[in-house]
T-cell receptor, first 114, second 113 residues
Framework: AQSVTQLDSQVPVFEEAPVELRCNYS??????LFWYVQYPNQGLQLLLK??????LVKGINGFEAEFNKSQTSFHLRKPSVHISDTAEYFC????????????FGTGTSLTVIP | EPEVTQTPSHQVTQMGQEVILRCVPI?????FYWYRQILGQKVEFLVS????????KSEIFDDQFSVERPDGSNFTLKIRSTKLEDSAMYFC???????????FGPGTRLTVL
């Protein structure tokens, strides 16, 4: 079975500062990795994904993430955050072979302070 | 990016009542998923539906839940007799053009009183 750990439940950061949201996963099989963002009272929007190839993936809104297989991590980063980045961020994995369901982390609440 | 809408956006019901949550993809899809998110908790998989059949379901998806695609476009999740603990946000998801991509609808907030 797969599991996803997001160690930081809340991350406050000042506007224009860099941020890193951590995600570690556990899986006995090969997985795809995703980050979703959830703005208040909205659904889940795909930020970026790692399926194969370059381990550094770039997504929307200036976010990027790096897949590190040896450390089983997929941390999300942004060099300079905006107020509008305040949201809940979820890391998720799915198996490459079956891929039928996504396994989500518990989420990280990012609050950007003016 | 594929689009999917969900209705209603918010449903309030009494315990023991049946509810039907609807998911409407903008274009034709074969794979559908339902997830739920209890307030403050992570998003949990409920069921996947392919070609008019359940392909996978979690232990949460017990006998009180059912899914169907009644008219070839809408995809519904029915909860037969709601319990207080069914209060959650329910998300429908569809697959994209690439494997293992899932795009989520805006969700239905279900409140069971």
């Amino acid at each position: 079975a797969q599991s996803v750990t997001q160690l930081d439940s809340q991350v406050p950061v000042f506007e224009e500062a860099p941020v890193e949201l951590r995600c570690n996963y556990s899986s006995s099989v090969s997985v795809y990795l995703f980050w979703y963002v959830q703005y208040p009272n909205q659904g889940l929007q795909l930020l970026l994904k790692y399926l194969s190839g370059s381990t550094l993936v770039k997504g929307i809104n200036g976010f990027e993430a790096e897949f590190n297989k040896s450390q089983t991590s997929f941390h999300l980063r942004k060099p300079s955050v905006h107020i509008s980045d305040t949201a809940e961020y979820f890391c998720a994995v799915s198996e490459t072979l079956t891929g039928n369901q996504f396994y989500f982390g518990t989420g990280t609440s990012l609050t950007v302070i003016p | 990016e594929p689009e999917v809408t969900q209705t209603p956006s918010h449903q309030v019901t009494q315990m023991g009542q049946e509810v039907i949550l609807r998911c409407v993809p903008i274009s034709n899809h074969l794979y559908f998923y339902w997830y739920r998110q209890i307030l403050g908790q992570k998003v949990e998989f409920l069921v996947s539906f392919y070609n008019n059949e359940i392909s996978e379901k979690s232990e949460i998806f017990d006998d009180q839940f059912s899914v169907e695609r009644p008219d070839g476009s809408n995809f519904t999740l029915k909860i037969r007799s709601t319990k207080l603990e069914d209060s959650a946000m329910y998300f429908c998801a569809i697959t994209g053009t690439l494997p293992n991509e899932q795009f989520f609808g805006p969700g239905t907030r279900l409140t069971v009183l």
